[in-house]
């Protein structure tokens, strides 16, 4: 199969701080990863796509300062919030696919509270 | 630009009873398409997909038909369960160019014992 694991899939932090999600494929090598942020009672947003050894792309809107992508590893990708503040409580899904072409498998999530 | 429909929910359904969620979508290309659940706490998982017209994707008793006349993807069960209840994403991904998926909004489906 193609499994995708998150980690943690529930946080909890203070205002200002920082939190780091992980985003591993476990049993591919991911040249693609994606995260998302989901509202509640809404779909998935698009927030940015980050390949392998590059920068990630960021869509529009999405602070890259604020949100910042890592995917160092073919297995791993990891998302930062920085200073955390309660609007950015959310749900996180991250997804990895084998390259551009192939569809992506998707996280657990992850449930981030900001209090 | 490319976008997916989907009607709204919730839908209440009664264990046994048959299930049909509308998708409707817009793409300039050939895109494929999926549908997505996803069970209360947890991420996405896919469903079923269909890459071409005329193709019917199926898993877990669900159904979907690729209408390129109607550009429709509805998803049919013919008996829930209560265990079914969950949101289901309809989605399609451009396969003309980078694989990054459009998601519908999502509906809610509610099944009662």
Known sequence: ?115 | GDSVTQMEGPVTLSEEAFLTINCTYTATGYPSLFWYVQYPGEGLQLLLKATKADDKGSNKGFEATYRKETTSFHLEKGSVQVSDSAVYFCALSDTGGSYIPTFGRGTSLIVHP
């Open chain 1, 1 to 115: 199969g193609a499994v995708v694991s998150q980690h943690p899939s529930r946080v909890i932090c203070k205002s200002g701080t920082s939190v780091k999600i992980e985003c591993r494929s476990l049993d591919f090598q991911a040249t693609t990863m994606f995260w998302y942020r989901q509202f509640p009672k809404q779909s998935l947003m698009l927030m940015a796509t980050s390949n392998e050894g590059s920068k990630a792309t960021y869509e529009q809107g999405v602070e890259k300062d604020k949100f910042l992508i890592n995917h160092a590893s073919l297995t791993l990708s990891t998302l930062t919030v920085t200073s955390a503040h309660p609007e950015d409580s959310s749900f996180y899904i991250c997804s990895a696919s084998r390259d551009k072409q192939t569809e992506a498998f998707f996280g657990q999530g992850t449930r981030l509270t900001v209090v």
